[in-house]
């Protein structure tokens, strides 16, 4: 039997690539399975050891037994109280073992070596590919389609390695056939033992931008730098672009001569039209080139909630401006990362009327003013309680306030705000165990998801990049890795 072995050994190794020790490792996790098989089948608790003498092909079989303390003493058949064994050979966390007899490397032994064999190799194979492709994240892929599945199509990718592209992850009606060569990105490296490994898509962002790097020299060449870019795909897109050579036009360059550059990248993404944005510092113009071909009359920004109010002074570049089926809009919304709320300027100023008039209300009663005296705090800006509470007194100067009354009203706004404050850290629940132990993830951090609200990982793997990006000391490339992880559970 150690002979048969050693030619297990030798020829698997020669035959599959895999090393000596790996296929030694893996005889040893089949005999253990066998030995329990026979003898202790009905025991699972029991634990064994099996080992292989690496130049004879000899086996010894050993059961163990873990020393613990008397009060978790709980698995006899793989356990041992301490007050059981002799204290002077043995302490708690020892291993104990026992020499028992061996199976012969039999029918079954076999079978299930060679299983472990091949699970083996196979986990090797997996990951010689991961380590190939894992710095290739993001990159296009150019493949050939294999085959089709249930949800989607094995994509041949040459060199034994082979990408999933899922019916999610494509163009919308977009039809694929064996042998069509396409192209992809690889959005994910999946690196655990079970489903596709190499994740593709071309209904990403990423796609997009991927395009444009081969299209156009002067992305590739970095003189032109691409910012970020929103699909729905296969209908529209937008992508935004900076120039870092003054002399060269962003959206020029992009497009190419007669439209070359961008009718390739339409064309290999099924027509979907292309606006090509100039990417702004200024949010304002950001938004406003975003919106484009619609005229923008004013931009009302809300930087700590990532909100903007867009005004037109006519319906039709409002309607321009919302799009088909709300594209252009949705698009500049995810493009910029702004909530972009479009209106006309006397709806803009009857909602303005509305809103002073609501603080007004509140300042009325919850600091006890007259309608008078309300009117004059909205008018200088103020517009919550915290604002009135905590600016410095010289403020109220403005609309004559004698120092006494000013006193009174800030002390009643403090009284007022610390009451919300409380109320609404009542409300608040904590974070779960399982948010907490993310890998990212700060105690701090957590309580501030929590007070938004996002209490488990789930709630964390539904938000976007806007929703938490303006969490103090959270960088929108860390949001997006958060959400990213919270997600894992669903490619897994």
Known sequence: MSREILTVVETVSNEKGVGREAIFQALEQALVAATKKKFYEHDDEVELRVDIDRKTGEYETFRRWEVVADEDHEMPACQDAISDVDTSQWAIGDIREEKIPSIEFGRIAAQIAKQVIVQKIREAERAIVAEAYSSRVGDLIYGEVKKQTKDGFIIDLGDNAEGYLSRDEMLPKEMLKPKQRINAILYMVNREGRGSQLLLSRSRPEMLIALMRKEVPEISEEIIEIKGAARQPGVR?????????HRIDPVGACIGMRGTRIQAVQQELGGERIDVVVWSDDPAQYIASALEPADVSGIVLDEDTRSADIIFDANDQLARAIGTQGQNVRLASELTGYRLDMMLEEEYRARQASESQHIVDMFSQRLDVDADLAMALVD???????????????????????SDLVELLQSRAKEAALADALLQQESIQDPSDELLAMDGMTRELAYALAARGVVTVDDLAEQAIIDIADIDGLSEEQAGQLIMKARESWFN
Request: a negative charge.
């Open 237 to 245: 897109a937008k992508i935004a672009v900076k120039t870092n050579d």
């Open 380 to 402: 200088m800006g103020f517009s919550s309680l915290e604002e009135v509470a905590y600016v410095p007194a010289e403020t109220f100067d403005d609309i004559g306030l004698e």
